[in-house]
Every structure is written in structure tokens, then in C-alpha cells.
């Protein structure tokens, strides 16, 4: 049976416009590379991100990290590879999240926003995704 805490939930993935424009449009992010994956990372005020969020009407069920999974239709022109490969970095996600908690549990008042990018053009097996997402997981806990 699955854990409680190894669950992926809607409010843990980013998907509002103005965050992503945050993470991305504006400078103070971060990026790291561990081929086929390239996370960029923002460490963002809490509060701000909670005003950006109108549609979440509980504050206290807001999360601290949130995480965006993009693979690019030039690296795989059929949707169903481009599926497999989210599903992957998805799933690895979602089993090593917690090593960011200890990091972030210091940290009051703030909120990580993580996009992992895939580069390659080749389908990599499961276990490789799944040590790439831990590598990087633990560098961005680091840095942080």
C-alpha cells in the first residue's frame, strides 16, 4: 500500500502562468544538468506565490515545493514517448521528494519551484531517470 507521503497531488505541481513566468521569465534561477535532465530551480517568498495563487482558498494546504515536468515535442514528435518519458520522471519524483524536506522544513515563509526539462532525443530506462531526479534533487537540497 502506498504512503502517505509519496503521493504526487495537484497542489504539488506547477502549473500556474505566473509562477512559471516567476521561475522562468525573471532572473534568480537556478539550472543544473544531469544528462538527460536539466532542472532550473527558484527559491521564491512564500507569501507572494500565495497571492499569485487565487484559486487555492485554503493557505494552509499549500505546499512547499512545486515542480513542473516539460518534454519537448522537437525531442519526440509522438505523444505517447513524450508520455512515457513525463510518466518516468514523474514517478521518480515522487519517490525521492523527501530529500528536499529536511531543507526546506528550515526554511519558514518560502516556497521551491522546480522544472525538470528533458534533453535528450533517446528514451532512457526507468532506473537511469530515477538516479538522474535523485541527483539532482540532492544538489538543489544542497544549494538551497
Not at 21 to 36: E, I, K, Q, R, V
Not at 46 to 58: F, K, L, P, S, Y
Amino acid at each position: 500500500m502506498e504512503k502517505q507521503g509519496e503521493r504526487l497531488r495537484k497542489e504539488e505541481r506547477l502549473c500556474s502562468k505566473k509562477l512559471i513566468d516567476t521561475l522562468f521569465g525573471t532572473g534568480g534561477s537556478h539550472a543544473m544538468t544531469s544528462f538527460p535532465l536539466k532542472a532550473v530551480y527558484r527559491l521564491t517568498d512564500g507569501t507572494e506565490a500565495r497571492n499569485v495563487d487565487t484559486h487555492i482558498e485554503n493557505v494552509s494546504s499549500m505546499v512547499d515545493v512545486q515542480v513542473l515536468i516539460s518534454v519537448p515535442k522537437k525531442h519526440f514528435k509522438r505523444a505517447v514517448k513524450r508520455n512515457r518519458v513525463k510518466r518516468q520522471v514523474r514517478e521518480a519524483y515522487r519517490k525521492h521528494k523527501q530529500l528536499l524536506f529536511p531543507r526546506m522544513a528550515e526554511m519558514t515563509n518560502k516556497r521551491l519551484l522546480i522544472a525538470f526539462i528533458w534533453l535528450s532525443n533517446e528514451l532512457t530506462s526507468s532506473v537511469t531517470v530515477e538516479e538522474r531526479v535523485e541527483n539532482l534533487l540532492h544538489r538543489i537540497g544542497e544549494r538551497i
